[in-house]
């Protein structure tokens, strides 16, 4: 019943905008920190920006300054502003739901939509 499905995805010039959303369901969405990950072709899954439940926020070095998270819990949805897009940037973004328990971390994936960013 855990559902995290992403949209927003596509086809981007450099330097353009992209609005990512992750709309969750089948858990408490606000006990959850939410992070967007992202995986390039023959690359590792990496973290690219996180938000935890007081909204605290974390990004990875290359997106500081151009990317944005945020959350909704009225909504149950997190997004990702990505602004000033380069082709690095392209890659299969994923949407994360965490709870933290003492020592267990637990996790839930969404499928991930593709962004591309080319000319």
């Known amino acids: 019943q855990v559902q995290l499905v992403e949209s927003g995805g596509g086809l981007v010039q450099p330097g353009g905008s992209l609005r990512l959303s992750c709309a969750a369901s089948g858990f408490t969405f606000s006990d959850y920190a939410m992070s967007w990950y992202r995986q390039a072709p023959g690359s590792e899954r990496e973290l690219v920006a996180g938000?935890?439940?007081?909204?605290?926020?974390i990004y990875t070095d290359s997106v500081k300054g151009r990317f944005t998270i945020s959350r909704d819990n009225a909504k149950n949805t997190v997004y990702l502003q990505m602004n000033s897009l380069k082709p690095e940037d392209t890659g299969v973004y994923y949407c994360?739901?965490?709870?933290?328990?003492?020592?267990?971390?637990?996790?839930?994936w969404g499928q991930g939509t593709q962004v591309t960013v080319s000319s």
């Open positions: 938000i935890d439940r007081g909204g605290n926020k």
């Open positions: 994360k739901a965490v709870l933290r328990v003492m020592a267990t971390t637990y996790e839930n």
